[in-house]
């Protein structure tokens, strides 16, 4: 097992965000996180890298307890790709090295330097090397935020909406790439999605926050119009297309 969740809770002052939340994944697992928005979706994947600091429970990555890890002994297990990335005056290429900053001792060593090619010609980004991140379009950046995550070789990949600036092909081979990432290291990803059905098409389970608790959580060929409709207060039909379940809003 690479992550166990256990009684999480979280609070912004005050006011509860996330309530009894527990869920376990294992090696090989792509796990979507699904729900309206504010439920508080991206809040869990900064709680499980201890962006935040959950109020009680526990975040366990491969038998350790997260929350009292130094960052750079997180940032060798976990990779996190945040909705939104910055831009800054440096290279692409130096911005997917940057991932590689746990691993290096004194100056990036050959290993590390094919590790970033290989994700430079994963994500189709050999072309723009050479450029500044602060000439990217959204889609382009938040390519180079995952290529970054990628090269940490994480054992847990953390993804904010990781298809939001895409266009239709770069989400189709985002997520084809992070499918075969999971599959062949056998590593874990989580990943917040407001797209049911891409969710449904690419994860191995998905989890539905609602009112900052876990509403239910499965199989993602196991969801049901039922759930949907519980969720989101919205009627729907499941259709299956090419052997992938669809989400039709019934009205």
Partial sequence: MILSISDVE???????????????LDGGELLAILGPNGVGK????????????????????????ILTMPP?????????VAQQ????????????????KPHIQWRPSD???????????????KGLTLRHIDCLSGGELQKVAIARAMVQEPKLMLLDEPTSSLDLKSQ???LTMLRRV?????????????D???????????????????HSTGPACAVTADVVEEVYDLPVHIHTIQGHPMIVPAI
């Fill in 85 to 100: 990335s910055e831009a800054a005056r440096m290279t692409v290429f130096d911005a997917i090295l940057m991932g590689r």
């Fill in 182 to 194: 999971v599959d062949e290291h056998r590593i874990s990803a989580i990943m917040t999605m407001h």
């Fill in 172 to 174: 189709v081979d985002i």
């Fill in 72 to 80: 750079h002994e997180i940032a060798l297990g976990v990779g996190y």
């Fill in 111 to 125: 290993n590390d330097l094919k590790i970033v090619d290989s994700a430079i010609n994963r994500l189709n980004l």
């Fill in 10 to 24: 979280f609070t912004y002052g005050a006011t509860p965000v996330l309530s009894d939340v527990n869920f376990q």
């Fill in 196 to 214: 049911l059905n891409t969710a449904l098409r690419y994860a191995d389970k998905v989890l539905f926050l609602k009112d900052g608790r876990i």
């Fill in 42 to 65: 991206t809040t869990l994947l900064k709680c499980i890298n201890a962006i935040h600091r959950p109020s009680a429970g526990a975040v366990m990555v491969e038998g350790r307890d």
